[in-house]
């Protein structure tokens, strides 16, 4: 925690004492979160994200392939003892990312508070999809290729995610957006965290939980996508256990409407199902209390 005195800390950041106060405030809150995180139920819960906008009751006519893989891989881990439930984003309002912490990292806030939670700006995200992710132990993204990338949906799913990659609450609950405050408020951060307590300075809320990835697509575009949702998924902390990604790819000699048969064989379903294996195995390790180091001044 911080060296420096209350007084040598207020001038330093040039801060009255009522600030400096919730400062602090925010950090202790932030260490009951982490310490809560600890101790979560026993049961393994899995949430499985699909970012497929396919559905037979919509314009596609015809069910999602990189959802009906998930849900195999959904109903592996829950005969394994989880607790499942599938997400389906194209069911959700998701609204884009402003990317404040493009500003200053304090100016992105848990819960993201450019939609705030429970008032007329709110979407989905904030309403619901945080909690889910943050009660989850394991998490299983599904996506089809979209033109060599990941789902649009899944995009801004991700995009958002940002508020829980080391977001804290806001400095000022009246006005979020205070730059100059959230300025002092990183100087603050950066100064008292203490690498011996979680939950002290920036606070990863993906930390440690497992990942598994799902894709599918008519061709080319698996490998890109597995590695940009690796890549990010890493950094926000996930664990990923051995041959916990698999694509599935159809033809591109032939038609899209033949794909289903193809992305859908008994291959690909063994597959889904080996993965939830590994990602179950992982999520039983991480239960333990294995323990993930970060720098908490910075992500």
């Known amino acids: 925690m911080a060296k ?37 139920f026993k049961k393994i819960k899995v949430i499985g ?11 596609a006519k015809e069910k999602s392939n990189s959802e009906a ?26 609204e884009h990312c402003k990317a404040c912490y493009s500003t ?5 806030h848990h819960p993201c508070s450019c939609y705030p939670q429970g008032t007329p700006l ?8 945080y909690d889910k992710v943050i009660g989850a132990d394991a998490i299983i993204f599904a996506t089809p290729v979209n033109n060599f ?3 649009t949906l899944l995009a801004a799913f991700i995009d958002r995610c940002i508020s829980l990659d080391g977001s804290l609450a806001p400095a000022d609950p009246n006005d979020p957006k ?5 300025i002092k408020h990183m100087k603050y951060i950066e100064m008292t965290a203490d690498q011996k307590v979680p939950g002290s300075g920036l606070y990863r809320r993906f930390l440690g939980k497992t990942a598994g990835i799902i894709v599918t697509g008519h061709e080319e575009g698996a490998s890109m996508v597995i590695s940009q949702l690796f890549m990010t998924l890493n950094h926000f902390g996930m664990v990923f256990p051995p041959f916990s990604n698999m694509y599935a790819m159809a033809n591109v000699c032939k038609s899209t409407n033949e794909d289903k048969p193809q992305v859908l064989s008994d291959c690909y379903k063994e597959e889904a ?26 992500n």
Do not use: P
């Open 4 to 40: 420096q005195s209350d007084a040598e800390l207020m001038q330093i950041l040039g801060v009255d004492r009522k600030t400096l106060d919730r400062f602090r405030h925010i950090q202790t809150q932030t260490i009951k979160q982490a310490k809560q995180t600890k101790s979560r």
């Open 49 to 59: 994200i699909s970012g497929s906008a396919r559905t037979d009751s919509d314009m």
């Open 69 to 94: 893989l998930l849900e195999i891989s959904l109903s592996a881990c829950k005969k394994m003892g989880a607790e499942i439930e599938m997400i389906s984003l194209r069911d959700y309002k998701i």
């Open 104 to 108: 200053v990292n304090t100016q992105c």
């Open 122 to 129: 709110a979407d989905d995200m904030t309403n619901t999809l």
């Open 149 to 151: 990338k990941i789902s």
């Open 178 to 182: 205070n730059k100059e405050l959230n």
């Open 273 to 298: 199902e080996l993965l939830a294996r590994n990602v179950m195995t992982m999520a039983k390790q991480q239960k333990k209390g294995s323990e993930w180091v970060y720098d908490y001044r910075a």
